[in-house]
């Protein structure tokens, strides 16, 4: 059964500053998910890594995959406040084509 | 329609009632998907239909959850005897299709699946 990690699930930076976020999973996925929510709102897909070196960026986002080491982690460059969010990493690997989610990283960004 | 769409947004019920929560989604979709977001559980998976298929219900938390889907399209989440645990978020994704066809036809893209706003059940 795959299992997501990741961490930190809470994280409070200052505006400027640079941080990353971590997901581990334990068995074999082809294919992994970045998503962000807003408090109250539903799910925005923000990257979809489909293979092993696979790097996505998005303005101050940038999202990698590793799959020989089962890790990707989402890289916040500069941050400011409107990237204030919780940030979920969810590999494919469910036995129905499901997503399996990571607990999530509760982002908040201060002036 | 432009995205799927929940109802209601928001359902507040008694411990005991039934309820049922709507699922609409993207047209042309034939994948559709039921999770649940509660603070001690997170995200998890509930159910999953493809197209009529009959469901594998599985990953429903107990019996008084079921689900159904009508004319491959819109879906419903039916929790009977609602008890304060099921108090959360329903959130419902849909996709082109499901992953386990897109590797039996041998081919390779990414699936995205696309959330609805979700409909929040608060249990007193």
């Known amino acids: 059964e795959l299992k997501v990690e990741q961490n930190p699930l809470f994280l409070s930076m200052q505006e400027g500053k640079n941080y990353t976020i971590y997901c581990n999973y334990s068995?074999?996925?082809?294919?992994l998910y970045w998503y962000r929510q807003d408090p109250g709102k539903s799910l925005e897909s923000l990257f979809v890594?489909?293979?092993?070196?696979a790097v996505k960026q998005e303005g101050r986002l940038m999202a990698s995959l590793d799959t020989k080491a089962r890790l990707s982690t989402l890289h916040i460059t500069a941050a400011v406040h409107d990237l204030s969010a919780t940030y979920f990493c969810?590999?494919?690997?469910?036995?129905?084509?499901?997503?399996?989610f990571g607990k999530g990283t509760k982002l908040s960004v201060k002036p | 329609g432009a995205g799927v769409s929940q109802s209601p947004s928001n359902k507040v019920t008694e411990k005991g009632k039934d309820v049922e929560l709507r699922c609409d989604p993207i047209?042309?979709?034939?994948?559709l998907y039921w999770y649940r977001q509660s603070l001690g559980q997170g995200l998890e998976f509930l159910i999953y239909f493809q197209g009529n298929s009959a469901p594998d219900k599985s990953g429903l938390p107990s019996d008084r959850f079921s689900a159904e889907r009508t004319g491959g399209s819109v879906s419903t989440l039916t929790i009977q005897r609602t008890q304060q645990e099921d108090s959360a978020v329903y959130l419902c994704?849909?996709?082109?299709?499901?992953?386990?066809?897109?590797?039996?036809?041998?081919?390779?893209?990414?699936?995205?699946?696309?959330f609805g706003p979700g409909t929040r059940l608060t249990v007193l």
């Open positions: 047209s042309g979709h034939t994948a």
């Open positions: 994704a849909s996709s082109l299709a499901s992953d386990s066809i897109i590797r039996f036809a041998g081919h390779r893209y990414h699936n995205e699946q696309f």
């Open positions: 969810a590999p494919s690997g469910g036995s129905q084509g499901n997503l399996i």
């Open positions: 068995t074999t996925s082809d294919r």
């Open positions: 890594l489909l293979s092993n070196g």
